[in-house]
């Protein structure tokens, strides 16, 4: 089976349905498009997500639990608090690091590789 690696960002954006990609819509793209072996466009993401995130939970089950429920939504407490950093960026990264330094329970790598869907679970969907 193909993999590749991804940021742990791309994969939790997918898996909490909150963008928390380092890299913002262009890595939860990149992750869509591989797992997929699609052009996935942005009208097209929510229904990648369905296909893709129960193969994410089943290769990062530690990522699919109450800990990391309540991590995304204290990400999402502090996007809508203000926290006073102004870089969204910086703010995801500290958070990041919080979970990859396994301060909620649950110790994730920075890098992890992915696999691609098993075939024909991808609906194609002409993008027009």
């Given at each position: 089976?193909e993999t590749?690696?991804?940021?742990?960002?791309?994969?939790?954006?997918?898996i909490t349905?909150?963008?928390?990609?380092?890299?913002?819509?262009?890595?939860?793209?990149?992750?869509?498009?591989?797992?997929?072996?699609?052009?996935?466009?942005?009208?097209?993401?929510?229904?990648?997500?369905e296909e893709?995130?129960?193969?994410?939970?089943?290769?990062?089950?530690?990522?699919?639990?109450?800990?990391?429920?309540?991590?995304?939504?204290?990400?999402?407490?502090?996007?809508?608090?203000?926290?006073?950093?102004?870089?969204?960026?910086?703010?995801?990264?500290?958070?990041?690091?919080?979970?990859?330094?396994?301060?909620?329970?649950?110790?994730?790598?920075?890098?992890?590789?992915?696999?691609?869907?098993?075939?024909?679970?991808?609906?194609?969907?002409?993008?027009?």
């Open positions: 089976m590749k690696k991804f940021h742990i960002s791309d994969v939790l954006s997918v349905d909150v963008l928390v990609s380092v890299r913002g819509m262009d890595g939860l793209i990149d992750i869509l498009d591989f797992m997929t072996g699609d052009r996935v466009f942005t009208h097209q993401i929510s229904m990648a997500i893709c995130k129960p193969y994410l939970i089943v290769q990062f089950p530690q990522l699919d639990t109450p800990e990391i429920d309540f991590a995304a939504a204290e990400l999402v407490e502090m996007f809508k608090a203000g926290t006073g950093k102004t870089d969204t960026k910086m703010l995801i990264l500290g958070w990041l690091s919080k979970l990859t330094s396994g301060s909620y329970g649950v110790h994730v790598d920075e890098n992890v590789d992915v696999a691609r869907l098993p075939h024909g679970i991808h609906k194609r969907i002409d993008p027009v």
